[in-house]
T-cell receptor, first 114, second 112 residues
């Protein structure tokens, strides 16, 4: 059974703190993604990675960075958390090859920045 | 602006009725996918339809794709309370590279 796990379901942080969100997949997928989800806006892509140590900016990378040191793990970093980063964060992974395939999602981390 | 936009934004029906959700998009696509999200959880893939396909079925789900109108519909037949969730379409287009672009979703409530 395929699995994408995220380090926390709920997280409360203070403004200015450095925040780490971790995602692990057990499907040997090359591609991994970080999205944020806000009401009425759907999912917006923050960063994605198509290989170890490779990363590409998505649609809203400002205020975020990522790390992919191992194939199975993709971390999202908020260098200095701000209240406008309060959101649901979703990690996903998918295999490689020609075309785009279904994405497997983790359960999400609901982050509140106070 | 978003590539895919779902319509309606919210839908409330009785158990046993059919639910239809629509998705419109702007650019030519390679494929279109539908996902379900139960409250506060991650998304689950439902079905993928390629640009050269017009209709696809999976259990009680039926998806149609009209590339001339740049639209897709998801039909859930004989709905159940457990179908209560948000439903998202996501498009894969050459213009967007190796990424999916999601719409804002339709919230479906099935009353028992």
């Amino acid at each position: 059974d395929v699995k994408v796990t995220q380090s926390s379901r709920y997280l409360v942080k203070r403004t200015g703190e450095k925040v780490f969100l971790e995602c692990v997949q057990d499907m040997d997928h090359e591609n991994m993604f970080w999205y944020r989800q806000d009401p009425g806006l759907g999912l917006r892509l923050i960063y994605f990675s198509y290989d170890v140590k490779m990363k590409e900016k998505g649609d809203i990378p400002e205020g975020y960075s990522v790390s992919r040191e191992k194939k199975e793990r993709f971390s999202l970093i908020l260098e200095s958390a701000s209240t406008n980063q309060t959101s649901m964060y979703l990690c996903a992974s998918t295999g490689s090859g020609t075309g785009v395939y279904e994405q497997y999602f983790g359960p999400g981390t609901r982050l509140t920045v106070t | 602006s978003q590539q895919g936009e779902e319509d309606p934004q919210a839908l409330s029906i009785q158990e046993g009725e059919n639910a239809t959700m629509n998705c419109s998009y702007k650019t030519s696509i390679n494929n279109l996918q539908w996902y379900r999200q139960n409250s506060g959880r991650g998304l689950v893939h439902l079905i993928l339809i390629r640009s050269n396909e017009r209709e696809k079925h999976s259990g009680r789900l039926r998806v149609t794709l009209d590339t001339s109108k740049k639209s897709s519909s998801l039909l859930i037949t004989a709905s159940r309370a457990a179908d209560t969730a948000s439903y998202f379409c996501a498009t894969d287009a050459r213009e967007y590279g190796n990424k999916l672009v999601f719409g804002a979703g339709t919230i479906l409530r099935v009353k028992s």
